[in-house]
């Protein structure tokens, strides 16, 4: 998954504690650390161009025509570019929907929100909202009625395109905060940090989804993720489980995906100095241990390869050593 030009994607990330009635704690916090994530790719490469509201307490607030006219910038001419919204404040639900609640107590409808990405010329759009009854973003306006209530049936959602949604909790559920962060978003934090990379260190919208969701049981709020994509778009680049290039050498070491190298004494060899990079062969025994380490290449029963050397046992790619050497052999690293 390549890295995409930071002239194409333009970010807006909101944070609202400053509230006339119930004030937050944790929501500049969650925007200002979302921000800094996105603005950057792990390896310090611009990512997005990002633009922040947010209103501490004692700050000037950020009311509904503040939060509308920084949605409309951020999806005005916007063809070709990736967008990504984020929101952490108060939500709010009734017979029509939920709602992105602002300073003045007034507050955006999520279904306004879903307007503007369902139609949108943009490439991709990716939401993210840590907020009471944000999973109802994306819901089907006219089923909201039923959405809502304690008995509700299954929602219907309605996604253009190329738009991503992942919502802190159910349409029906509180999200939460603590420690001075929204639980969710801390989760999200931790996963552009890396917990949420695959091999090559790609971040998308599914690959922190499936990190967040994992961490709230049964009695807790559920995460929710919708998505109408053929690809999933690249939020940020972080830290690579090992480098592309060690990747692309797959074919060269295995000839197949299902190739076995057997290990052999030379492989061990009789030592080497710390400086030297040791004999072909020992060489390639470097390189199987750094597929091992990352879980891309193993041996039967997962048996150390000093004895697998020993014995002259086999390595063999895992089912991921496997997938990344099928997209090394049709040249896709």
Known sequence: MGVMSHRNRRALVVGINNYARGPLYGCVADAE??????????????????????ADHGADPVDRPDLREAMAQLFENASGKD???????HGREDIRGAELVTSDNDGVPVNELMTLANNSAASTVTIVL????????GNTPGLQATQVAPDFRKAIAALSEGVTVLAASKSTEVSMESAGHGEFT?????????????HLG????????????????????????????TDAVLLRSGPEWISAEDARHLPDHFDTATSRISLTDEHEGEGRPLSSPGTPAQQE??????????????TENDE??????????????TPAGRMLWALADKGSL
Request: with cysteine; proline share 2%; charged share 20%.
């Open 304 to 317: 150390d390869f000093y004895f697998a050397t020993l014995q002259h046992h086999d390595v063999f790619l």
């Open 186 to 198: 801390r989760l999200l934090l931790d996963g552009l940090d890396g917990a949420a990379t695959d």
């Open 285 to 298: 025994l470097d390189y199987l241990k750094r597929l091992r380490n990352v879980g891309l290449a193993t």
């Open 202 to 229: 790609n971040i998308t919208a599914l690959s922190l989804y499936a990190h967040a969701s994992r961490a709230f049981d049964a009695w807790e709020q559920t995460p929710v993720f919708k998505a109408h994509v």
């Open 130 to 137: 840590d907020c009471c009854f944000s999973g109802d973003v």
């Open 33 to 54: 650390g979302i921000a800094t994530r996105l603005a950057r790719h792990d390896d310090g490469a611009p990512n997005f161009t990002v633009a922040i509201l947010t």
């Open 83 to 89: 967008l990504f919204f984020y929101f952490s404040g």
